[in-house]
Each structure stands twice: as C-alpha cells, then as structure tokens.
C-alpha cells in the first residue's frame, strides 16, 4: 500500500467523507471528535466487501465464520480463544452491551462505570433504564479498588443486581488495564456479587512496552462477559457486526438472550470483520505505528504550544485525555474551542463528572491536521 494510512489531506477527507464526523460541524472546523480515523482503508477489507457486492452477495448475516475469525484472532494476537460456539454475534458493541444490561440487571437498577469513561455508556445505561454509579479512576488514571469497593457496595444495597461496565483499554484515558488489575477487580466483584461486562473494542490500539490482557483471559473472570469487534481498529463502525464473548460460568446467560438479537450484525460487516482479522494485521501493524507517532507528536505539540494543559499520553486506544482546567476555558471547554478556535473535541462532563474542564481528543488523522488543530486551540488563546 503506497503512502501513509493516516496520510489523507483535508481537502482529500472534505470532499470525499460523508460520516457524521465530516457533516457535524461546518466546513471550516476541524473534527478531532468521534471515535472514526482518518485513515485509508484495509485493502483485505476493501476486496472482500467490494467481492461480495460484484457478485450480489448482499443478504443475511451468517454469522458462524464471524465467531470463528475473532476466536482465531483473539487467540494468535493475546493467548486467548473464547468458544465460538459459546459467542452470540449482534449489531455493534453498544448494542450488546445494552442487552446484557437488560439481561443482567432490573429496571432501574445500578450500572458502575469508572469515569472518566466512554461517554456512549451513559446514553447505554439511560436507554436501557438503568442508573449509572460513579467510580472514579485514581489519580494516574488506574482502577481505584477502594472506589469501586464503596461503588459496588452502593450499587448492590438492599440486593440490587448490579454490572461493572468495564472500557478495557480504557477510554477516554487509553490506560491498559494490567492482568493484576484485572484479577484483583475480579475477585472485588465476585464478593459483592458485581457482573462484569467488558468493552474491548480498542484492545488490537496498544502502544511500546503495554499488553493488553482481555479480561477473560484472567483467571477468576468465568462470570465476565466480553463485548468487542473488529470495528475501531479498522476503522469500520458503517459495517455493523459485534460479538459478545461470555466466561465459562456466564454462557448460560448469554443463552437467556432471544435469538433475535443475533440478527442484528450485517452481513457486509461480517464480511469485513472477517476479512480484517484474518488478512489485515499488516495493515495494522502499521496504523499502529503510525497512530504512535500521532501520539509522540501530540505530547510534544501540548507540551510546546498549550503548556498549561495537561495531558494524559494513551498507551492504547487513539484517543487523548486533556485537562484544560489550566486555559480558563470553564467545565465545557470544547464548546468554546468549536466557537473560538473551529476545533471539534468531545467535552470531558459526558464522561462523568470528573470530567469538568477536559476534552478528549482523536489524533488518528494526519499529522498536518493534529498539528493544525493544536496551533488553532493556542492561536485562540493568545
């Protein structure tokens, strides 16, 4: 493939994108907000999607070879391999995740997050008609047992059934959750009776010397379940497909689930899930490479353009934690930077409500448009 992945020109990406990324904000903003790259695409992907339309293969999902190809992956990239026969294939993670709270919890009932984190969860948890309990990370942006220990205890009062929703890696931070760490929070939930369900969907986005551990992969985990899909590494959230992937003691209850939720995943998102596992890891051997640059070059422009800013250098995931709490922004300040500074962030109080005075931001673009958008936020501060 010549060229970089990430190599596409603003003008290139205006004219040619169509996603809600591209067509949010005006022409003149810069969109470092959702979680899409700016990235060319997988050429497996690519052929296998444009083979299958040629040649009218465009019906229903079967969705046997889907659990088979991340079993496969799960197994060469991490030691892990879940039961394929075990997985139930859905839409997408949230849509998984949103079902195994239904599954697992009552209506009304307690869902721990540990925030900051991913703010979809607690639009997940309000459609679902739950209630979110709040526990917050520490400090250096670890799971914080002490936290979770007071949360788990608030959530199963008066025997409430209660699930941790787990982001691991985690976002917005891009902390790798250690094998420790997960074994430890294992053990924390199974003595209050805490389910946990874990969002995995960024755990091929890992950088230098950190391993991402998939929590079943721990042991004392069989209650778990795991949620994740091909989607955010291949940058493929327009082709629908997920997997929910349970610990041997909570197959019985992904069973529980109707097996019209199975419909769900497309059959051209299987087709270029597939694909990606099974024929792109070169490919992705090298956006990662290249994502890890974005992330050399983004500690060094914060460090050299916005000083007093703070930020949390990811060691997976393509996505930065920024505390802007020193630029006098106020609690939402990527609603100011859109206004002041045509800069598109996500506002850190939709992760929670430590996340007063930050903003999170995508750098899986290009490294003239990261740079860009750095110089436009202090451009708007001088």
Request: net charge negative; with cysteine.
């Amino acid at each position: 493939m010549p060229g970089p992945i990430l190599g596409a020109s603003l003008d290139e990406l205006r004219r040619d994108r169509t996603s809600v990324k591209w067509r949010r904000y005006d022409p003149d903003v810069l969109p470092l907000w959702i979680a899409e790259m700016d990235a060319r695409p997988c050429p497996a992907v690519v052929e296998a999607v444009g083979a299958a339309v040629r040649r009218g293969d465009t019906g229903y999902a079967w969705t046997g070879v889907y659990a088979e190809a991340f079993a496969e992956h799960a197994e060469a990239t991490w030691g892990w391999r879940p039961d394929p026969a075990a997985t139930v294939r859905v839409t997408d993670v949230l849509t998984g995740i949103t079902h195994l709270l239904g599954l697992l919890t009552d209506p009304g009932g307690p869902v721990v997050l540990t925030t900051p984190v991913y703010n979809a969860f607690f639009e997940v948890v309000e459609a679902a008609g739950r209630r979110v309990v709040e526990a917050p990370l520490g400090a250096d942006h670890r799971l914080d047992l002490d936290s979770l220990a007071k949360a788990f205890g608030t959530a199963t009062a008066g025997g409430s059934r209660a699930v941790l929703l787990l982001s691991n890696p985690h976002n917005p931070t891009g902390t790798v959750h250690t094998a420790e760490e997960l074994q430890a929070l294992a053990r924390l939930a199974d003595e209050h009776g805490v389910r946990v369900v874990s969002d995995e969907i960024h755990g091929a986005l890992v950088y230098g010397s950190s391993t991402f551990t998939p929590y079943l992969a721990v042991p004392g985990t069989g209650r778990g379940i795991v949620v994740s899909s091909a989607s955010k590494a291949w940058n493929l959230a327009g082709l629908k497909a997920a997997i929910i992937a349970p610990g041997p003691d909570a197959a019985s209850d992904v069973r529980r689930l109707h097996p019209f939720v199975t419909f769900g995943a497309s059959h051209l998102g299987v087709v270029a899930h597939v694909a990606a596992w099974r024929d792109g890891r070169e490919w992705l051997a090298r956006l990662v490479s290249e994502l890890d640059a974005n992330r050399a070059l983004l500690a060094r422009l914060v460090a050299d353009r916005l000083p007093e800013a703070r930020l949390v250098v990811p060691e997976a995931t393509y996505l930065a934690w920024l505390d802007l709490r020193g630029l006098g922004l106020g609690d939402r300040p990527a609603t100011r930077l859109v206004d002041i500074a045509r800069v598109a962030l996500s506002d850190g109080p939709a992760f929670g409500s430590v996340g007063a005075g930050h903003a999170r931001l995508n750098f899986a673009t290009s490294p003239e448009i990261l740079t860009e958008a750095i110089d436009r936020i202090a451009g708007s501060l001088a």
